[in-house]
């Protein structure tokens, strides 16, 4: 089973940057992508960015051009980066692990973007 926890999140001025963490541990060989969706106060959860076991990485077309999905497989950690922050950015951010045993959520972390 894999376990995932979030941190990263904040507040931070329209056109800040900020960098969300997912930490993965458990049955990481399991692990086929690691994701990460937001969900806005009364909007349906959305992917905002995916990379996979081979590297292959694919981008929500809101958050194109300003995110950026990472790894470090050492650490068994992705990394959100996102630059160019707007105020319709602000959301609780979960980072969810795609794996042969199953789909695991985190528990989320809010960002807010306002001035």
């Known amino acids: 089973q894999v376990q995932v926890v979030e941190s990263g999140g904040g507040l931070v001025q329209p056109g800040g940057s900020l960098r969300l963490s997912c930490a993965a541990s458990?049955?990481?060989?399991?692990?086929?992508?690691m994701e990460w969706y937001r969900q806005a106060p009364g909007k349906q959860r959305e992917l905002v960015a995916q990379?996979?076991?081979?590297?292959?990485?694919a981008y929500g077309d809101s958050v194109k051009g300003r995110f950026t999905i990472s790894r470090d497989n050492a650490k068994n950690t992705v990394y959100l980066q996102m630059n160019s922050l707007k105020p319709e950015d602000t959301a609780v951010y979960y980072c969810?692990?795609?794996?042969?045993?199953?789909?695991?959520w985190g528990q989320g972390t809010q960002v807010t973007v306002s001035s």
């Open positions: 990379v996979t076991r081979r590297g292959n990485i």
């Open positions: 969810r692990g795609v794996g042969t045993g199953g789909d695991t």
């Open positions: 458990g049955s990481i060989f399991s692990i086929n992508a």
